[in-house]
Structures are given as C-alpha cells and as structure tokens.
C-alpha cells in the first residue's frame, strides 16, 4: 500500500505542481498585463509633466505678455494725461487771451462811443458854423445892396 500512496501523493503533487504552472502562467500574463498597464500609466505621466511644463511655459509667456501690455497701457494713459494737461494749460491760455481781448473791446467801445459823441458834437458845431455862415453871407449881400 505503501507504493499506491506513495503513488498517490506523487500524482496529486503532480496534479498540484500542474496546477501550480498553469497558475504562475496565468499571473506571469496578468504580471505583463499589468507592466505594460504601469508603462503605459508612466508614459501618460511623462506626456502629463511635458502637457503641464508646456502650459506652465504659457502662463508664464501670457502673464509677461499681460505685464507688458498693463505697462504699455500705463505708459499710453500717462501720454494722454500729459496731453490732457498741456490741452488744458493751452486752454487757460486761450481763456486769458479771450479774456485780455475782451477787456480791450470793452474800452475800444467806450472810446469808440466817446468819439462818436465828439463825431456828433462836432458836426452839430460844423451844422451850426455853416448856418452862421450862411447868415453871415446874406447878411453881406443885403449890405451890399
């Protein structure tokens, strides 16, 4: 009996060691299976990094950008401030020329009135001077006659 069992447990420890194979073939597969799998995953992490590096590098090139162009508004809104300013002393000048002429009208207009009072004055004398004359000139001829 002794050879039966004997016999007996060599076949079912080779039964095992069969079953044993088949499993370690299927879990070497299922072992590529998931190398591959973790390949594929540190792939896509390195793709990931580079996607992220390369957007970083975007960001950073947009907020340089949006650096420059705060700046060069800046530097646009001072340029019309200064022109504003120089628009605006212009017109205070203007304002006081403006002003300066006025003044001036207003005393050519007063002077202007004061000659054309003298204009009327003098030609009432002269209106008067030649009514005399006139007189004068009849009063001559009826001497003379």
């Known amino acids: 009996m002794r050879d039966t069992t004997k016999r007996h447990l060599g076949d079912e420890a080779s039964a095992e060691v069969v079953e044993l194979k088949k499993s370690l073939g299927e879990k070497g597969v299922k072992l590529e299976g998931l190398e591959k799998e973790i390949d594929g995953l540190k792939n896509e992490k390195v793709d990931s990094e580079k996607k992220v590096r390369e957007l970083e590098r975007k960001v950073g090139t947009l907020e340089v950008r949006e650096l420059e162009e705060k700046s060069k508004s800046m530097r646009v809104e001072e340029e019309m401030r200064e022109k504003i300013d120089d628009k605006a002393r212009e017109i205070s000048g203007f304002k006081k020329k ?11 207009m007063v002077e202007k009135k004061s000659v054309e009072g003298s204009l009327k004055e003098s030609e009432s004398k002269s209106k008067e001077m030649e009514a005399k004359i006139t007189e004068l000139e009849k009063e001559i001829d009826e001497a003379k006659t």
């Open 98 to 108: 403006v002003n300066l002429l006025e003044s001036e009208l207003d005393k050519w």
